[in-house]
């Protein structure tokens, strides 16, 4: 039996690039598993373990979580999952916390979804929802059949605090300010691979071309070994 070489990769893009949508497709068509840090944390807290506990604390004060706490939160699960391909979401979003994942592992490739933070606007300040049955509806692609109204019930939809132009454009200004630095950090390495587009069905397919090239390649290297 051929043994295949681990394949380890992390994808970054704003909130709203569709890394969502590109991460499950990536799971899909590779066979990676998808770990989410936003999964790992909330899993923690709603456990109350120990990590967990410190988190909901500093959650709780309105502080920033540190970065040794999150890190420890993270590889402790990667080490769960030493002998698997993955594709991680979330984490790292500073260059502290890379360098703590690079104290642990390798990674072949760090994937950065470039969308137009216009567009980006665009597509989240679009979104309502009836907040009783949580669909969702956008007003560019997926407009109720009466404006403002739930198809099903007529009733009101409302707009979450996140997708207020005001907030959305916060939102992206911290990403920005934050990980830039760790798209550098990458960028740096001769790891990082930037998809840009507007649309997520259009850079869906690059990003497929690029990871069929590098997984099988992975996978030849270990033949050789």
């Not at 704003?14 to 990676?32: A, D, E, M, Q, W």
């Not at 007529?154 to 132009?165: F, K, N, V, W």
């Not at 939102?171 to 990082?192: D, F, H, I």
Request: charged fraction near 25%.
């Amino acid at each position: 039996m051929v043994l295949q070489r681990i394949f380890r990769s992390v994808i970054m893009g704003p909130p709203g690039s569709g890394k969502g949508t590109v991460s499950n497709r990536i799971t899909l068509s590779f066979g990676l598993k998808h770990l989410s840090s936003g999964d790992i944390l909330r899993a923690n807290i709603n456990a109350k373990t120990e990590l967990g506990l410190l988190m909901k604390t500093c959650i709780d004060q309105g502080q920033l979580v540190p970065d040794d706490i999150i890190s420890r939160l993270v590889l402790a699960n990667l080490r769960d999952m030493d002998h698997s391909s993955w594709l991680l979401d979330g984490f790292p979003r500073t260059v502290a916390q890379a360098e703590s994942l690079d104290s642990m592992c390798t990674l072949d490739t760090v994937i950065n979804l470039d969308v137009p933070f216009e567009t980006i606007k665009e597509r989240l300040t679009s979104r309502w929802v009836h907040l009783p049955s949580g669909r969702v509806y956008n007003t560019e692609f997926n407009p109720p059949k009466i404006p403002g109204l739930d198809d099903v019930t007529g009733e009101p939809l409302s707009q979450r605090d996140d997708d207020t132009p005001e907030t959305v454009t916060r939102r992206l200004k911290a990403y920005e300010n934050q990980t830039e630095p760790v798209l550098e950090y990458y960028r740096s390495k001769g790891m990082l691979t930037t998809f840009m587009g507007t649309e997520t069905n259009k850079i869906w397919p690059h990003v497929q071309a690029f990871l069929a090239k590098k997984i099988p390649q992975a996978q030849q290297a270990s033949r050789r070994m």
